[in-house]
Structure formats: structure tokens, C-alpha cells
């Protein structure tokens, strides 16, 4: 397999758990009937909830009619920048972090088209302390934005500030 084969299925395979999880929670286990703030908790740290994210990330900027068109430009216009840079790169570690990326992308932007908003269900929380709600597009975009940035600072011949000369 060449690195763009493996950054195009990272992206299909991101995308697809991303809607796959969606899917069973939304309508297998009917947590679109669920009410907000309604959690099922799964083990002493995690939580399955239902929360609807109108907005970019963390729910900044929640967006209605023309804003959510917008979003979705965004996000086409972002995928295909990130596609652009795919197709054209040749490092297996970027190429998986740019298909992740795309991948969570799209699968947010389904929901976007799909629904007005993002479904997200994933809650972690431990010592009174939660972190925010999230879905796995949004795991997969994280896990692509390090494998980037771990491809740019961790690659021989980066700069890393001991160099000499």
C-alpha cells in the first residue's frame, strides 16, 4: 500500500465508525428520544450522553439557516485543501493524520447536512472534573492533528533548535 492509500482509509474508516456510532446510538439504542443531560453510565469514568452541537467545536459559535451553510462551505473547503495535501503527500504518518482529519471532517459534516447539528454522545470524567462531550470524528480530527504535528516535529531533518551552523 502507498502512503495515500493509507491516508484514504483512514479517512473512509474514521468517517465510517464515526456514522456507525452515530447510527446505533441515535437509532438502536433511541438515545435521539433521550433528554438533554439524560446519561447512561457505562463505567465509573465514562458516560454515553446525548448532547446536540449546533455550533464548531465545544458548541462556539452555534449557528442557524445561513450560519450552518457556512459551516458547511467551511468544512468542503477544508476537506478539500486537506484532500489536496493528501493526494500529493508522501509520508505514510502524514498521510494517516490527514485522513483522519478528513475523515472526522466528514463524518461531522453528514451530520450537519443531515441534521442542522453534530451529534456527539462520549463523556469522560474522573475527580469532579468532565471533560466536554464528544463523538468519534472528533477523537479521530484530534488523533490526525497529532499524528501531524508528530510528523513535522519528529521526522529527521525538522528543525528541532540543535543544529549548529
Not at 469522560?124 to 480530527?141: E, K, L
Amino acid at each position: 500500500m502507498t502512503a495515500r492509500d493509507w491516508g484514504l482509509v483512514s479517512a473512509a474508516v474514521a468517517m465510517f465508525l464515526d456514522q456507525a456510532t452515530k447510527i446505533l446510538l441515535l437509532y438502536v439504542f433511541g438515545f435521539r428520544m433521550m433528554s438533554p443531560g439524560d446519561a447512561v453510565t457505562v463505567l465509573p469514568f465514562f458516560n454515553l450522553v446525548m448532547t446536540w452541537n449546533p455550533g464548531i467545536s465545544y458548541g462556539l459559535f452555534p449557528a442557524t439557516g445561513l450560519g450552518i451553510a457556512l459551516l458547511v462551505l467551511f468544512a468542503i473547503g477544508a476537506i478539500a485543501g486537506l484532500g489536496w495535501w493528501l493526494w500529493n503527500a508522501e509520508r505514510r504518518t502524514l498521510t494517516i493524520g490527514l485522513g483522519l482529519v478528513i475523515g472526522g471532517a466528514l463524518g461531522n459534516l453528514v451530520d450537519r447536512v443531515v441534521y442542522g447539528k453534530v451529534a456527539d454522545f462520549f463523556h469522560f470524567h474522573a475527580f469532579g472534573y468532565g471533560w466536554y462531550v464528544f463523538n468519534v470524528a472528533d477523537a479521530a480530527i484530534t488523533f490526525g492533528v497529532i499524528a501531524l504535528l508528530y510528523d513535522t516535529l519528529a521526522r529527521p531533518g525538522t528543525r528541532t533548535g540543535n543544529e549548529t551552523g
